[in-house]
């Protein structure tokens, strides 16, 4: 007893995707992605003040702050993001929107 097997699937499931018209503009996405901008640029903002500040002293928390200091630094961006961060959101989703119209 043969069992034939349907080879069509598989040869439709290794080929390729046939590209797609790009998706129309979307502002929610524009804005979350520029959301998420601005909180990184905020990250690395302060990153680099916290730098210079030494985790010495009668109150620092020594290796163990030096340690987490990235983390708290990234909690700070986002939080500040969420509060407005430095306003620049607005522009780039701006610019997001206005790139994803020109190219269709």
Same mark, same amino acid.
């Given at each position: 007893?043969? %069992? *034939?097997?349907? %080879?069509?699937?598989?040869?439709?499931?290794?080929?390729?995707?046939?590209? %797609?018209?790009?998706?129309?503009?979307?502002?929610?996405?524009?804005?979350?992605?520029?959301?998420?901008?601005?909180?990184?640029?905020?990250?690395?903002?302060?990153?680099?003040?916290?730098?210079?500040? *030494?985790?010495?002293?009668? +109150?620092?928390?020594?290796?163990?702050?030096?340690?987490?200091?990235?983390?708290?630094?990234?909690?700070?961006?986002?939080?500040? %993001?969420?509060?407005?961060? +430095?306003?620049?959101?607005?522009?780039?989703?701006?610019?997001?929107?206005?790139?994803?119209?020109?190219?269709?």
């Amino acid at each position: 007893m043969t %069992t *034939s097997i349907d %080879t069509s699937a598989v040869l439709t499931s290794l080929q390729p995707g046939i590209p %797609t018209a790009p998706r129309a503009a979307d502002p929610a996405a524009a804005k979350k992605a520029a959301d998420q901008f601005e909180g990184v640029f905020i990250t690395q903002f302060l990153g680099e003040m916290f730098n210079g500040i *030494s985790t010495d002293g009668p +109150f620092g928390g020594g290796q163990g702050e030096a340690m987490f200091r990235s983390l708290l630094v990234d909690e700070y961006g986002k939080q500040i %993001t969420a509060q407005g961060g +430095f306003g620049l959101s607005p522009a780039i989703q701006r610019e997001l929107l206005k790139t994803q119209e020109t190219a269709h």
